[in-house]
């Protein structure tokens, strides 16, 4: 069977009497029937309503006519807007004889991944579609930076128990990384916002199951980023020492005006 991909299904409006499909539907399937069959399932009172464009391949990164906070989870199998799977989970059960035979030829998107620009905020990249990334940038990209490395040893614990005290934060994080996971990005695309470096793609796809594995499942501790070993005690010393700053006190205003060196003896008036 092949791999689920992302359709974006567009119907008829004037002949659509559910206004939840109006701007369009976003759901992820085998096949155009898997995916319209679905759809059908949230309709009760009737058929599906004429499909006019079908875009497959759709990517998140490009403009949609509706707001991405309200999309669900893109890479499970199922419908993601409206955000019906964030209540149902993956649709695990096949069945395509609810969809239409009458629809148009599928249009493929670009398959073209973006690259990242100069900052987070200021052009699309890959990690715009991970879901949720608004509010997960430090568990997602900040946490993981070179910067950061040998931090991660402490921001690792605080955010499993932050997944573990609260459930629905702990599945926002668990989508995202199944999503990276799913979407494997490169070691150049994964240094674009980290700047941290991996040897190869294998090294990289298993540092992110660790990760989750460690959030979310028993392994003891994540595999930890390239440069976060930590410092031997000699290498501690050291750095503690380079981080000291003595400076000399400041020269002491006299009563005339002088400018006395701290060194100086104090000097008697000519009065005395």
Known sequence: MTA????????DRQECSDARF????????????????????????????????????????????????????????????????LG????????????????PTPVTASGRRVRASE????????????PHIDGLLWPLV???????GRGMRLSAPALRA????????????????DYMITWRPTPDEWFDPTETRFADQRDLDEYLRAFRDYLFGTR????????SEPLSPEDEYLRAVR??????????????????SPDAKPRLSRDE
């Open 243 to 260: 981080r000291l700053v003595i400076t000399r006190p400041a020269p002491i205003d006299a009563p005339g005006g002088e400018r006395l």
């Open 220 to 227: 003891p501790e994540p595999i930890y980023p390239p440069g």
């Open 142 to 148: 900040d946490m993981h930076r070179a910067e950061n």
């Open 4 to 11: 689920p991909r992302r359709y974006w299904i567009e119907f």
């Open 88 to 103: 149902t989970g993956p649709t695990h059960g096949i069945d395509r004889r609810g969809a239409p035979s009458d629809y």
């Open 22 to 85: 109006w701007q369009g539907v976003g759901v992820t399937g085998f096949d155009v029937p898997d995916c319209l069959s679905m759809v059908a399932d949230l309709v009760h009172d009737g058929p599906l309503p004429p499909v006019r464009r079908i875009t497959v391949d759709i990517s998140l990164a490009e403009p949609l006519p509706v707001n991405r906070r309200y999309l669900g989870v893109p890479v499970w199998r199922g419908v993601w807007y409206p955000a019906v799977n």
């Open 162 to 177: 932050a997944c573990a005290t609260d459930p629905t934060y702990g599945d926002m994080v668990r989508e995202a990384l």
């Open 119 to 130: 900052t987070l905020r200021m052009r699309t990249t890959w990690w715009d579609e991970i």
